[in-house]
């Protein structure tokens, strides 16, 4: 297939027929994109071929694409790409380095028409990325199943799009981490920041200090052989590994085989518990540099990457003053607080990097006025401040507003841009600073069991926003894709969905689920750092209760809501009655169904006043409806207002999501008192 330039392609099927653009569900959705009305059929004849520069990397992507187009389809197909003229023809022009950066091309064009689809690129990463889009065009119609024609031209809006996977609070295995690259690559994703070291454990070996790994991670680490094998597989989807060793707090782990590098005597035991610690590593002697010096050697060489993190966050700061040569050396230096040490420190450390060949990243607590400006800087703490990094000639990425275990919505996520209003006053190089972001799944109160649907469909949000135009925000065309994104993610192999009977089936001892999940898809854990504030948590501390298993947003009460709203702007109060009340009455009636099961279970007796509360909401909720709809305006009693307010509270570190909409119900019948 000749390729013609987009505009010229653009204008021939502008001027043939307009046609409806919005009813794709890309994510995420390409810079520049034309549907046509034809098709291009896949089935068992399908083909990819390649040309132009062939590496085993791209032919191991065709391969995939294949096997991923059978598990789509269902229809068996040629496990391996064909010499010419496939039915999908890969051509990439030329070779990218070996070792990938943070700036890379990853530009494609992909024209489909119904005699054949070509996926052109000027490097290998805009093949892969060119691959993912194929793929998500797949869908069934009446000949089977086929893509539809466009023309599609794509790049990214930021380069760096990046998963941070704390694996130290729980362990997170290879196969998690496998699976989620693969989600990732799917969503073009292209970093993950690997925090492999924590007060709760030290994850990677170490061969040169492996008191490290044997005595600060209960076992539970990742061989460097392991460490290359997902540098490979991330690698082989476009994906760079950036790996965290966060210092010089977080670093309890470090000093159970290793206490002479910390602050205070020891001895140390890996931290069981949540929060910020004090063991921190000593910044004045030169045996911990030389330690570290060796330490960073050894990691410097195994990951690739030209990046290396080395957190700096969360310096409590007491053990430095509880040290008398540590004050003294401060003294002597002229060191005026702990902030001037923790910069001495990061000097030293990224003149290691340095010698060693790496740019250093770390989060917003290692800015300083005289450090280097080749370091990366990763806010968590806001925009403003990865704006102002920028300001000075700092290089950043934001992670402020992505952090997953924050337990808020896509949309929150989706509005979230690394430049935004604080941003505005950058100038060109300014905003060129700012590389793009990175979802954190932080793993307090993860495990391999529910990480996935932690992450998952949410972070595909974040993708979006980090890789389409700035102009692409339209939050219910996004929860429009994200709905079909979620579904098909799972055909990578994560558990985001599949995880969640499964838990809740573990929950009702293997009886029937559906009003249990009837509760718990209205249902959303608490936010922020509440669930360590309702009881102590440790890492011993089982996660299998309904707070677990809960999504982190309800889709059922997201739509709701709306369908409330659409209701109470109809002026005849017809729009969406029946729904409403069908809604209503299944949640009025489940909790008589559901409590003998709550109460017989020691594990789920604590969710008896959500779904009791559930019970009454929509019971309140029926009345408010049937009052709106007839105009008879209900004067409600004082114990209406009071269980609204218990509705709302938290219980068993859940929330009831539908209850605000309900709220509007009520007080659209009624005067509360
Ligand atoms: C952080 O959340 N302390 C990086």
Not at 454 to 480: C, F, G, K, Q
Request: net charge neutral; glycine share 8%.
């Amino acid at each position: 297939m000749k390729r013609l330039p987009f505009p010229i392609l653009f204008t021939i099927i502008l001027t043939a027929r307009v046609i409806p653009q919005t009813e794709h569900t890309l994510m995420p959705v390409p810079e520049k994109f034309f549907f046509g009305t034809g098709v291009l059929l896949v089935d068992s004849a399908f083909s990819v071929s390649l040309s132009g520069y062939i590496e085993p990397r791209l032919e191991r992507a065709a391969t995939r694409t294949l096997a991923r187009l059978s598990l789509q389809t269902g229809i068996p197909l040629s496990g391996t790409p064909v010499r010419s003229g496939g039915r999908l023809e890969i051509h990439c022009d030329g070779p990218a380095e070996g070792v990938q950066s943070a700036i890379e091309d990853e530009s494609y064009t992909l024209m489909i028409s119904a005699a054949g689809a070509r996926l052109s690129a000027a490097r290998p990463y805009g093949i892969l990325r060119g691959l993912e889009t194929f793929l998500q065009l797949v869908e069934s119609g009446r000949e089977g199943f086929h893509v539809r024609e466009v023309q599609i031209e794509d790049k990214p809006r930021f380069p760096w799009r990046g998963v941070l996977i704390d694996v130290c609070r729980h362990w997170i295995p290879m196969d998690v981490l496998k699976r989620n690259i693969d989600a990732m690559a799917a969503v073009k994703m292209n970093v993950l920041h690997w925090h492999l070291t924590e007060d709760q454990g030290f994850r990677i070996e170490s061969k040169r200090f492996p008191r490290l790994h044997q005595m600060g991670s209960d076992g539970k680490y990742f061989t460097q052989d392991q460490v290359r094998e997902i540098i490979a597989y991330a690698r082989d989807r476009g994906i760079r590994v950036v790996p965290e060793f966060d210092m010089p707090g977080h670093t309890t782990s470090w000093f159970v085989g290793h206490p002479e590098l910390a602050s205070a005597p020891g001895p140390y035991a890996i931290e069981r518990g949540w929060g910020i610690f004090d063991p921190t590593i000593d910044p004045t002697r030169e045996d911990v540099y030389n330690f570290l010096f060796a330490f960073i050697g050894e990691m410097a060489v195994l990951f690739p990457d030209p990046y290396f993190h080395i957190g700096g966050d969360e310096v409590s700061g007491k053990h430095w003053d509880a040290n008398p040569a540590i004050t003294e050396f401060k003294r002597k230096h002229a060191m005026l607080d702990n902030h001037d040490l923790q910069a001495y420190f990061n000097k030293r450390v990224s003149a290691i990097l340095q010698r060693h060949g790496k740019r250093m990243v770390g989060w917003d607590e290692i800015m300083y006025p005289d450090l280097p400006k080749d370091i990366v800087v990763q806010s968590w703490r806001g925009q403003k401040s990865l704006a102002a990094g920028a300001r000075d000639g700092y290089t950043g990425i934001l992670s402020y507003g992505y952090y997953l275990d924050h337990i808020r919505p896509a949309s929150f996520h989706y509005q979230i841009d690394p430049l935004g209003a604080e941003a505005a006053d950058l100038n060109g190089d300014g905003k060129r600073r700012i590389l793009g972001g990175e979802a954190c799944m932080w793993a307090e109160f993860v495990t391999a069991e529910n990480i996935d649907s932690r992450i998952w469909p949410r972070t595909a949000a974040i993708a979006e926003r980090l890789w389409s135009p700035e102009s692409v925000r339209d939050t219910n065309d996004m929860y429009r894709r994200l709905e079909v994104t979620s579904g098909w993610l799972e055909w990578l192999g994560v558990t985001h969905r599949s995880s969640y009977p499964l838990m809740l089936q573990r929950l009702t001892n293997h009886k029937p689920i559906e009003a249990l999940q009837t509760l718990s898809d209205v249902l959303e854990p608490v936010k922020f750092y509440e669930r360590p504030r309702a009881r102590r948590y440790t890492s011993f501390t089982p996660l299998n209760r309904l707070v677990d298993a809960t999504r982190p947003e309800s889709d059922r009460a997201r739509v709701f809501a709306t369908r409330v709203d659409e209701f109470l702007a109809d002026p005849e109060r017809k729009k969406n009655a029946d729904l409403l009340h069908r809604w209503l009455s299944v949640w009025e009636a489940n909790h008589a169904k559901l409590e003998p099961l709550l109460s017989s279970s020691g594990i789920l007796r604590e969710t008896v006043p959500l779904s009791q509360n559930l019970s009454h909401l929509a019971a309140v909720g029926l009345k408010a409806l049937e009052s709106l709809q007839s105009g008879k305006e209900i004067v409600w009693d004082k114990d209406t207002g009071a269980m609204l307010d218990d509705a709302s509270k938290p219980h068993a570190e859940l929330l009831i999501m539908v209850a605000p909409a309900i709220r509007k119900l009520v007080e659209g019948a009624g005067a509360l008192r």
